[in-house]
């Protein structure tokens, strides 16, 4: 397949494929969750409060991906950095394994946050240039305890897990690509052993082909680590890709959750049927891709062939017209043509199509 090809290819449709799963327990459940964040000076505190989150309720087991979508604002990575306590959440419970984890901190917090580890969008900041990528992956094991060559054995085998090269080590975050330094912090969120990983807008920033790498990478993760995921993203056609279920938010709640077939294939609420009104090129779905595969193949097979036939023809053509056009008939092709080598060297037409130039 040539580039092109393969990045059509890439983009992916509404219409979730077949994906493997294995099902596990409950990893992680939120039971009203909510983050209020307060806007504005001390005057006019409460007036201005923004419910970021409120009332969220959701559960994610192990092997499965669980989807987040919603418009920019809605709420996504709020529920995200509340789960992963990176924020504290205003009211709510965060079950983890069957234990509360909302309102612990420093201590007794500090074991639990290494099973709920954080790919953010931006693969470019969330690494820091002046550290190696061994440093960036080994850091969060050690400080967990593990020695130093124990956290770089795991080190290179999660680079191995991530395909990148164990020389990847001891290189820097300039010296990779967009693709690759997500990839570094796929390696590095592993490293410290999570049960649920949550991906926040982790491809966003890529482009399609590498998105579509990516995410098949991420959903090989899911399988071979039996790991809990929340893919956060705007974009219906990566979660359509990726998730098992799916949650829909809009201003901070989610208005609709589900199995990703039938909230896409059947949205109820309002404001999903218009988030999905809003997908750029939702029509290529199935039907359509196999549609754009049949008029490619229409143009390869019959229409390709066809002007390479018409072009053997005027070559075959050719001395008779010159003998017509010597008697006076003008050959309106045969004036434009004339300096192109039409004759073999036997001087007969050849049999051979001739492949169109543009
Ligand atoms: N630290 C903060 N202080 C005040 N308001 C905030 C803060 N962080 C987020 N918000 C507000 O909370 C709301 C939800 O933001 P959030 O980042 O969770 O949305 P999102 O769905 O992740 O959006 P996007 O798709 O653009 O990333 C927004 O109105 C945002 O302005
Ligand atoms: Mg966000």
Request: net charge positive; aromatic share 4%; glycine share 8%.
């Amino acid at each position: 397949m040539n580039t092109r090809a393969c990045c059509i290819a890439a983009v992916p449709g509404v219409a979730p494929p077949q994906r493997e799963t294995r099902i596990g327990p409950i990893v992680l459940a939120t039971e009203g969750l909510s983050k209020t964040y307060a806007r504005g000076g001390w005057l006019k505190r409460r007036r201005g409060d923004i419910a970021a989150a409120a009332d969220v309720t959701l559960e994610i087991r192990r092997g499965e991906t669980l989807g987040i979508v919603g418009e920019s604002g809605s709420g996504k990575s709020t529920v995200a950095r509340c789960i992963a306590r990176l924020i504290e959440p205003s009211a709510g419970r965060i079950v983890l394994d069957g234990e509360d984890i909302a309102r612990l901190d420093g201590n007794a917090l500090r074991p639990r946050r290494r099973r709920v580890q954080i790919v953010f969008q931006d693969p470019y900041r969330s690494l820091n240039p002046r550290r190696t990528v061994g440093d960036a992956i080994i850091e969060g094991p050690m400080n967990y305890g593990a020695t130093r060559g124990d956290a770089l054995k795991t080190a290179t085998e999660l680079l191995g897990l991530v395909r990148l090269d164990a020389r990847a080590l001891d290189r820097y975050p300039h010296q990779f690509s967009g693709g690759q330094r997500q990839r570094i912090c796929i390696a590095r969120a592993l490293a410290i052993g999570p049960d649920l990983l949550i991906a926040d807008e982790a491809v966003s920033a890529l482009d399609v082909s590498v998105q579509a790498q990516v995410l098949a990478l991420l959903d090989e993760i899911r399988l071979r680590l039996d790991l809990a995921m929340l893919f956060i993203t705007h974009d219906l056609r990566v979660a359509a890709r990726v998730c098992d279920r799916v949650a829909v938010m809009q201003q901070g709640r989610i208005v609709e959750q589900g199995p990703v077939a039938e909230v896409f294939g059947a949205p109820r609420h309002e404001y999903t049927k218009a988030l999905f009104a809003a997908v750029p090129g939702r029509r290529l779905g199935l039907r359509q891709r196999r549609c754009t595969s049949c008029l490619a193949a229409l143009v390869h097979v019959v229409i390709l062939p066809l002007i390479a036939q018409e072009r053997v023809l005027l070559v075959t053509l050719e001395p008779r017209l010159r003998q017509h056009a010597d008697v006076g008939v003008q050959c309106p092709s045969s004036t434009a043509r004339s300096s192109a080598p039409l004759r073999s060297s036997s001087g007969r037409a050849p049999f051979a199509p001739v492949r169109p130039e543009d």
